[in-house]
RNA sequence: GCGCCCGUAGCUCAGCUGGAUAGAGUACUUGGCUUCGAACCAAGGGGUCGGGAGUUCGAAUCUCUCCGGGCGUGCCA
């Protein structure tokens, strides 16, 4: 039905009306058709003729004659109505609107618009948290609402591949090898331990895993800890120098064997919380920048060619050419590569990869760093606007009210692990995705663990198990589920149905702006819709005719919140 | 200083690509289970959409300005 009104009203602008072509062209991009959000205004509206009385310096509603009259004269419309300031309203017969329904049941792209829909090679990259410990909570977020875009967008029709960047190079790195080396060796006590060295309890549990042969007599310990910095970042720089030339086969064995270590439990819990990379990117992987054939190389050097100049001993990016505030330093005055010459090179690999679109999820305090990104994107010859970066605000956790503590210096904070022990990976996604991903969320875990109204999350999953339940029954009294709708003249579904219908654009409006919570709310709304359904009738004592359409529409509305949850990653219960 | 985000009911938040009467949850008050799941439902009050100005037939939504809060602004990653 959708795209059939949809081409009338394309068919009356490009015909019925004497607009010039622009003033058409604007008209047909501007105009939108929905769903009523109430069966009061029919079953579908236009905008069009407020549009166009813009565009015509004309009175909406000497336009709508003409249109009204095109549309009546249709076999499947009952009635057009000009309603409220300008709005056409048009009732469908409901024979029809039953049928729109069992048809969108059916194919669940029912009403997407044949002549503007497109299909892309969408990459999103996100978590990409540095591989030097656990995944807290912070990170959750992002894992959740990245993934939960893929599958939305997958879902619309796009072909998505989900990437993690690993930054498994660089001076981090540096630090996870020379905390587990200190560990290791037991060089510090607890009150000594460096202090820009990771102190968390999973450090020692990679050390105590790890066998090496290498002697490391009490004279050595005490000189590689003599004589260092007082400051905390020269400390632990030079702790690293004095076992990298000291000690190296310990170092890169102890190095990998954490590496390897920290991205397995990064994977394992990505795992449980269903979250699954259809590729794992290592930084590592771009080169060094003393190989000259390097991918990191050949992408500076790309670079350096008409965008970048030698200053202070260091090479610049003449970023502010391309909208930036200052210029960057892409090469150090040591000659070591900085952060942005890895990712200029990465982004460079990605958009070389053939992807119409890349979507970056970024932690909402690397805010700063689009300009910059977008900058080295288009110094190489891309468009930025093939990139796009969502950020995603961190999350406060709270227990009933009061802020859980988390202090990441001391390396004691709430993982991810412990979250999704504690209230599962579904409950958890649902939390971390009912609020737009820029914004910051109060996540309460004492909420989202009881069983009480305040809990959004059971009461959607109650409503699903509610007409899993009707459903059994039906099924042990003998009878079979109906396979659609008759024509009792029962209406006391519709708004109910109305309501189903309009998941095809939620999702749809979900995708395109990048926002699941989108998906949350109106699964809110369709679960409160039911339980106040499923409070004004009695289904097993209904008359035959109206039980049929009665449990036809539980069934579609129960694969609505199904489809709309597993778009979230989380699975319906079918009992609680 | 500059840049980005936010300010909607007592509280937590939807609504923001301009449209019909600004919505939920929560809290408070009251009512509904001998039959399909009461983890549910019904009823009630509660608003200068931070202030002001502008654009428009129409502004919570767009523009400007002010106030209040958060974040960013490294030859860190």
Same mark, same amino acid.
């Given at each position: 039905?959708? *795209?059939?009104?949809?081409?009338?009203?394309?068919?009356?602008?490009?015909?019925?009306?004497?607009?010039?072509?622009?003033? $058409?062209?604007?008209?047909?991009?501007?105009?939108?058709?929905?769903?009523?959000?109430?069966?009061? $205004?029919?079953?579908?509206?236009?905008n069009?003729?407020?549009?166009?009385?813009?565009?015509?310096?004309?009175?909406?509603?000497?336009?709508?004659?003409?249109?009204?009259? $095109?549309?009546?004269?249709?076999?499947?419309?009952?009635?057009?109505?000009?309603?409220? @300031?300008?709005?056409?309203n048009?009732?469908?017969?409901?024979?029809?609107?039953?049928?729109q329904?069992?048809?969108?049941?059916?194919?669940?792209?029912?009403?997407?618009?044949?002549?503007?829909?497109?299909?892309?090679?969408?990459?999103?990259?996100?978590?990409?948290?540095?591989?030097?410990?656990?995944?807290?909570?912070?990170?959750?977020?992002?894992?959740?609402?990245?993934?939960?875009?893929?599958?939305?967008?997958?879902?619309?029709?796009?072909?998505?591949?989900?990437?993690?960047?690993?930054?498994?190079?660089?001076?981090?790195?540096?630090?996870?090898?020379?905390?587990?080396?200190?560990?290791?060796? =037991?060089?510090?006590?607890?009150?000594?331990?460096?202090?820009?060295?990771?102190?968390? %309890?999973?450090?020692?549990?990679?050390?105590?895993?790890?066998?090496i042969?290498?002697?490391?007599?009490?004279?050595?310990?005490?000189?590689?800890?003599? *004589?260092?910095?007082?400051?905390?970042?020269?400390?632990?720089d030079?702790?690293?120098?004095?076992?990298?030339?000291?000690?190296?086969?310990?170092?890169?064995?102890?190095?990998?064997?954490?590496?390897?270590?920290?991205?397995?439990?990064?994977?394992?819990?990505?795992?449980?919380?269903?979250?699954?990379?259809?590729?794992?990117?290592?930084?590592?992987?771009?080169?060094?920048?003393?190989d000259?054939?390097?991918?990191?190389?050949?992408?500076?050097?790309?670079?350096?060619?008409?965008?970048?100049?030698?200053?202070?001993?260091?090479?610049?990016? =003449?970023s502010?050419?391309?909208?930036?505030? $200052?210029?960057?330093?892409?090469?150090?005055?040591?000659?070591?590569?900085?952060?942005? %010459?890895?990712?200029?090179?990465?982004?460079?690999?990605?958009l070389?990869?053939?992807?119409?679109?890349?979507?970056?999820?970024?932690?909402?305090?690397?805010?700063?760093?689009?300009?910059?990104?977008?900058?080295?994107i288009?110094?190489?010859?891309?468009?930025?606007?093939?990139?796009?970066?969502?950020?995603?605000?961190?999350? &406060?956790?709270?227990?009933?009210?009061?802020?859980?503590?988390?202090?990441?210096?001391?390396?004691?904070?709430?993982?991810?692990?412990?979250?999704?022990?504690?209230?599962? @990976?579904?409950?958890?996604?649902?939390?971390?995705?009912?609020?737009q991903?820029?914004?910051?969320?109060?996540?309460?875990?004492?909420?989202?663990?009881?069983?009480?109204?305040? &809990?959004l999350?059971?009461?959607?999953?109650?409503?699903?198990?509610?007409?899993?339940?009707?459903?059994?029954?039906?099924?042990?009294?003998?009878?079979?589920?109906?396979?659609?709708?008759?024509?009792?003249?029962?209406?006391?579904?519709?708004?109910?149905?109305?309501?189903?219908?309009?998941?095809?654009?939620?999702?749809?409006?979900?995708?395109?702006?990048?926002?699941?919570?989108?998906?949350?709310?109106?699964?809110?709304?369709?679960?409160?819709?039911?339980h106040?359904?499923? *409070?004004?009738?009695?289904?097993?004592?209904?008359?035959?005719?109206?039980?049929?359409?009665?449990?036809?529409?539980?069934?579609?509305?129960?694969?609505?919140?199904?489809?709309?949850?597993?778009?979230?990653?989380?699975?319906?219960?079918?009992?609680?």
């Amino acid at each position: 039905m959708y *795209n059939q009104i949809l081409s009338s009203l394309n068919d009356f602008i490009n015909n019925d009306l004497s607009f010039d072509s622009d003033q $058409k062209k604007t008209l047909l991009n501007k105009h939108k058709l929905t769903l009523t959000d109430s069966l009061q $205004k029919g079953h579908w509206t236009t905008n069009i003729c407020l549009i166009a009385s813009n565009l015509a310096k004309k009175k909406p509603q000497d336009i709508a004659a003409a249109l009204i009259s $095109k549309l009546e004269s249709q076999r499947d419309i009952s009635k057009v109505e000009l309603a409220g @300031p300008g709005f056409i309203n048009i009732f469908l017969t409901r024979k029809v609107f039953l049928k729109q329904i069992d048809d969108a049941h059916k194919n669940p792209n029912s009403f997407v618009d044949s002549s503007r829909a497109s299909k892309e090679k969408i990459q999103i990259e996100f978590v990409s948290a540095n591989p030097t410990g656990p995944l807290h909570v912070g990170h959750g977020r992002g894992a959740a609402y990245g993934d939960a875009i893929g599958r939305i967008l997958q879902r619309l029709g796009h072909e998505v591949s989900k990437e993690y960047y690993v930054n498994d190079a660089g001076r981090q790195i540096d630090i996870l090898a020379c905390s587990i080396f200190l560990r290791k060796f =037991e060089c510090f006590g607890d009150e000594s331990f460096p202090n820009a060295a990771y102190k968390g %309890s999973y450090i020692i549990e990679i050390a105590m895993s790890i066998e090496i042969d290498e002697a490391f007599p009490q004279s050595d310990k005490e000189k590689l800890i003599s *004589n260092l910095s007082d400051d905390d970042e020269e400390k632990i720089d030079e702790l690293i120098e004095r076992i990298k030339t000291n000690y190296s086969s310990s170092w890169l064995l102890i190095r990998d064997f954490g590496l390897e270590y920290v991205i397995k439990s990064i994977k394992g819990d990505l795992t449980q919380f269903k979250v699954i990379f259809d590729n794992w990117f290592f930084e590592s992987s771009l080169g060094e920048l003393t190989d000259k054939k390097s991918e990191i190389s050949q992408a500076l050097d790309q670079v350096k060619k008409e965008h970048a100049y030698e200053k202070n001993g260091a090479v610049w990016l =003449e970023s502010t050419k391309f909208g930036d505030d $200052k210029d960057r330093v892409i090469i150090r005055e040591d000659g070591r590569g900085t952060y942005l %010459s890895a990712d200029l090179a990465y982004h460079r690999n990605k958009l070389d990869r053939g992807f119409d679109t890349i979507i970056n999820v970024w932690g909402s305090d690397h805010h700063g760093y689009i300009k910059r990104i977008e900058a080295t994107i288009e110094a190489m010859g891309y468009s930025k606007k093939q990139m796009q970066v969502q950020l995603v605000q961190f999350a &406060n956790l709270l227990e009933n009210g009061s802020k859980v503590k988390m202090s990441t210096r001391s390396g004691n904070f709430y993982t991810l692990k412990q979250l999704i022990d504690d209230i599962g @990976p579904d409950a958890s996604r649902f939390y971390y995705l009912s609020k737009q991903a820029d914004q910051h969320l109060d996540f309460d875990i004492g909420v989202a663990r009881s069983n009480s109204k305040d &809990n959004l999350y059971y009461y959607v999953q109650y409503a699903h198990a509610r007409i899993c339940s009707v459903e059994k029954k039906y099924l042990e009294l003998g009878m079979s589920l109906p396979s659609k709708f008759n024509d009792a003249d029962f209406e006391g579904c519709d708004e109910l149905l109305q309501m189903a219908l309009n998941a095809q654009f939620v999702i749809k409006s979900s995708g395109e702006n990048l926002q699941p919570h989108i998906i949350v709310y109106y699964l809110r709304d369709i679960s409160q819709s039911f339980h106040q359904f499923y *409070n004004s009738v009695n289904i097993l004592n209904a008359k035959k005719s109206e039980q049929n359409n009665i449990v036809r529409t539980l069934m579609i509305v129960k694969s609505v919140i199904a489809s709309s949850l597993e778009l979230l990653g989380i699975e319906p219960l079918d009992s609680m």
